[in-house]
């Protein structure tokens, strides 16, 4: 491919407690996931990450998670439908509300770490997000992990969507990612990070944890922007791809 989307996870900072560093990455990326305030996040700060976003001309996408500050959204919720959709409307809606006073709108759903790692694979609860979307606003492309049957089944459902690889996380034979709780779960070296996803834009395919070779179709690649050293991998990304003729463009805009 010729373009590619890259987006980042942004506006999880609360109150004094800093994550990351937004304005760097949002000169870096073309798509932000910006935290609504279930996982992270506090209403000054997404305000400021959506202005700051808007001045860049970075997308902006609603980053739903489940009701889970003290784990970060990272801990698996075992919540009925009826909840489930009405967080996702009330998550999407305080979003599309601050970008509206920012002078901008909300393009599309990434959710957050273990719903997004639910959903993906879980139709109950995948249907349930699907459902809460389009319930509020059922242009808006929902965002999930390359290869997983919840893009088909919001594609069913009338979505559209956009697959998605991750650039600093290993993947497992099968195309799903290892989890955290396991050793080289998460990568960190910068260069290799950026073979890795200049492999991913021109070949569609990636190495997996046991040296395999698997087929990753994606035209998003997401850094997290509360990994260690996140802007300097986003930067070499970016880097690599315009030396080799990749430009980095939201998949909104291509």
């Given at each position: 491919m010729t373009t590619i989307d890259l987006n980042s996870d942004l506006?999880?900072?609360?109150g004094a407690w800093a994550m990351g560093d937004d304005a760097a990455m949002l000169a870096i990326v073309s798509s932000?996931?910006?935290?609504?305030?279930?996982?992270a996040g506090d209403s000054l700060g997404i305000l400021k990450t959506v202005r700051a976003a808007a001045e860049k001309g970075v997308s902006i996408g609603a980053h739903v998670s489940y009701p889970d500050r003290?784990?970060?959204?990272?801990?698996?919720?075992?919540?009925?439908?009826?909840?489930?959709?009405?967080?996702?409307i009330y998550q999407i809606g305080a979003l599309k509300g601050i970008a509206a006073a920012a002078g901008v709108k909300v393009g599309y759903v990434k959710p957050h770490g273990a719903l997004y790692n639910r959903i993906a694979n879980d139709a109950k609860q995948g249907q349930a997000v699907i459902d809460g979307i389009k319930?509020?606003?059922?242009?808006l492309v929902l965002?999930?992990?390359?290869?997983?049957?919840?893009?088909?089944l919001a594609r069913k459902s009338g979505l559209e969507v956009v697959a998605e690889a991750f650039a600093d996380r290993a993947y497992t034979p099968d195309g799903q990612l290892v989890s955290r709780r396991e050793a080289g779960a998460v990568l960190?070296?910068?260069?290799?990070?950026?073979?890795?996803?200049?492999?991913?834009?021109?070949?569609?395919?990636?190495e997996a944890?046991?040296?395999?070779?698997?087929?990753?179709?994606?035209?998003?690649?997401?850094?997290?922007?509360?990994?260690?050293?996140?802007?300097?991998?986003a930067e070499e990304i970016r880097r690599t791809f315009e030396a080799n003729g990749i430009t980095?463009?939201?998949?909104?805009?291509?």
């Open positions: 506006g999880e900072s609360y932000a996931n910006v935290a609504c305030g279930f996982h003290v784990g970060f959204g990272r801990r698996d919720m075992d919540v009925t439908r009826d909840e489930l959709i009405a967080d996702v319930a509020i606003d059922p242009s965002m999930g992990l390359a290869g997983a049957p919840i893009l088909d960190h070296d910068t260069q290799v990070i950026a073979r890795r996803m200049l492999q991913l834009a021109k070949d569609g395919t990636l944890i046991d040296g395999s070779t698997i087929k990753v179709d994606a035209r998003s690649i997401c850094v997290h922007g509360d990994s260690p050293g996140a802007v300097a991998i980095v463009r939201s998949f909104l805009s291509a």
